[in-house]
T-cell receptor
Framework: GENVEQHPSTLSVQEGDSAVIKCTYS??????FPWYKQELGKGPQLIID?????GEKKDQRIAVTLNKTAKHFSLHITETQPEDSAVYFC??????????????FGKGTKLSVIP | DAGVIQSPRHEVTEMGQEVTLRCKPI?????LFWYRQTMMRGLELLIY????????DSGMPEDRFSAKMPNASFSTLKIQPSEPRDSAVYFC???????????FGPGTRLTVL
């Protein structure tokens, strides 16, 4: 099955600096790569996603890049703010046919933005 | 819409007791997913449904776990008998279709003593 590795497990940055989180996946058939943000006591919430037919996607201060050849994708947060502090998860999935989908998550990165 | 609704939010029970977790997906969503989150294993998919039909239950750890979706607006995850190692946060999520954004509920924190 799919295996998703995520690094680093913890990340501390000064407010205003950039943060980068990296993930690798094992199944070359995976074609959907979402990123989720989880705040304390809440469920994960999608912040951005990318499909395998594009290499980069941006939404305001957040961007995701995908390298299909190397099987890795990254989350970039610019101009970090204290409210960006949370746990971030990457995930990968593919259409296995017959309406079958399965998201495999990385272990998460705890991001702390220091004011 | 109120989003995905889960109940109870917290459950404390003793080993050997039956536990039932409940989920109401977002109206109109065809897919429903049950996840378990622990520090050691992260977020794990347990089972998911498409139009109330279980599609993949390979993530269900043991026969002690069972899930049902009797209609489009309700699903249950049952553990019987419960064990201390079942202690975790259980999330329900729903999506319009399988390859789309999954909306997560607030989770149920289960503690088995």
């Amino acid at each position: 099955g799919e295996n998703v590795e995520q690094h680093p497990s913890t990340l501390s940055v000064q407010e205003g600096d950039s943060a980068v989180i990296k993930c690798t996946y094992s199944d070359s058939a995976s074609n959907y790569f979402p990123w989720y943000k989880q705040e304390l006591g809440k469920g994960p919430q999608l912040i951005i996603d990318i499909r395998s037919n594009v290499g980069e996607k941006k939404d305001q201060r957040i961007a995701v890049t995908l390298n299909k050849t190397a099987k890795h994708f990254s989350l970039h947060i610019t101009e970090t703010q204290p409210e960006d502090s949370a746990v971030y998860f990457c995930a990968a999935s593919k259409n296995s046919g017959a309406g079958s989908y399965q998201l495999t998550f990385g272990k998460g990165t705890k991001l702390s933005v220091i004011p | 819409d109120a989003g995905v609704i889960q109940s109870p939010r917290h459950e404390v029970t003793e080993m050997g007791q039956e536990v039932t977790l409940r989920c109401k997906p977002i109206s109109g969503h065809d897919y429903l997913f049950w996840y378990r989150q622990t520090m050691m294993r992260g977020l794990e998919l347990l089972i998911y449904f498409n139009n109330n039909v279980p599609i993949d239950d390979s993530g269900m750890p043991e026969d002690r776990f069972s899930a049902k979706m009797p209609n489009a607006s309700f699903s249950t995850l049952k553990i019987q008998p419960s064990e201390p190692r079942d202690s975790a946060v259980y999330f329900c999520a729903s999506s319009l279709w399988g390859g789309d954004e999954q909306f997560f509920g607030p989770g149920t924190r289960l503690t088995v003593l």
